[in-house]
T-cell receptor, first 115, second 114 residues
Framework: DTAVSQTPKYLVTQMGNDKSIKCEQN?????MYWYKQDSKKFLKIMFS???????INETVPNRFSPKSPDKAHLNLHINSLELGDSAVYFC??????????????FGPGTRLTVL | AQSVTQLDSQVPVFEEAPVELRCNYS??????LFWYVQYPNQGLQLLLK??????LVKGINGFEAEFNKSQTSFHLRKPSVHISDTAEYFC????????????FGSGTQLTVLP
């Protein structure tokens, strides 16, 4: 009955590879987010989708491309991975019209290590 | 644009002692305020939030925070901490726009010592 789930939990890969991280929420929310947490634990917004439409796109390299096939999923594809991409990536979701309009629910995170 | 400053990166405290984690924010518009907790190797969990109304808000696990508009602060307090409170604590603000984008502080590591 996990609310926001991410796969994989750990991802170790070589520089230059392409990888994807998947996020799914079963809360019926219509807004989803990707955050990056660096090695100093600083959290920064990357993207947000509302009803499959991109609404936030912070200054992120073009190598990062979010894809939302439906309201319940927001995947993150990363091309040509670099050492600096090593971080923990968190997915979150929110119901923009419901009782928890102001609360974001976070997934457990995906720890990406680029060697 | 908003910014959040958490003044203490690490706070060690003995079990059953009180604790205060400090948070100041800067914004040119009205914001909502949040405290999140991150236990080791886990995601973020909402502790409490201030949206409007009473400036003293109570959250889960015995935590509370007070919104002070004149000092632009939202400090987190607990009168008596437990070992299990050891975690990273993040203060965050969001604007009132449709995206409700969260801007986080740099975090405070609370370590409760026996």
């Amino acid at each position: 009955d996990t609310a926001v789930s991410q796969t994989p939990k750990y991802l170790v890969t070589q520089m230059g590879n392409d990888k994807s991280i998947k996020c799914e929420q079963n809360l019926g929310h219509d807004t989803m987010y990707w955050y990056k947490q660096d090695s100093k634990k600083f959290l920064k917004i990357m993207f947000s989708y509302n009803n499959k439409e991109l609404i936030i796109n912070e200054t992120v390299p073009n190598r990062f491309s979010p894809k939302s096939p439906d309201k319940a999923h927001l995947n993150l594809h990363i091309n040509s991975l670099e050492l600096g991409d090593s971080a923990v990536y968190f997915c979150a979701s929110r119901d923009s019209g419901g009782r928890s309009i102001n609360e974001q629910f976070f997934g457990p995170g995906t720890r990406l290590t680029v060697l | 644009a908003q910014s959040v400053t958490q003044l203490d990166s690490q706070v060690p405290v003995f079990e059953e002692a009180p604790v205060e984690l400090r948070c100041n924010y800067s914004s040119s518009v009205s914001v909502y305020l949040f405290w999140y907790v991150q236990y080791p190797n886990q995601g973020l969990q909402l502790l409490l939030k201030y949206l409007s109304g009473s400036t003293l808000v109570k959250g889960i696990n015995g935590f509370e925070a007070e919104f002070n508009k004149s000092q632009t602060s939202f400090h987190l307090r607990k009168p008596s901490v437990h070992i299990s409170d050891t975690a990273e604590y993040f203060c965050a603000v969001s604007d009132l726009g449709s995206a409700r984008q969260l801007t986080f502080g740099s975090g405070t590591q609370l370590t409760v010592l026996p």
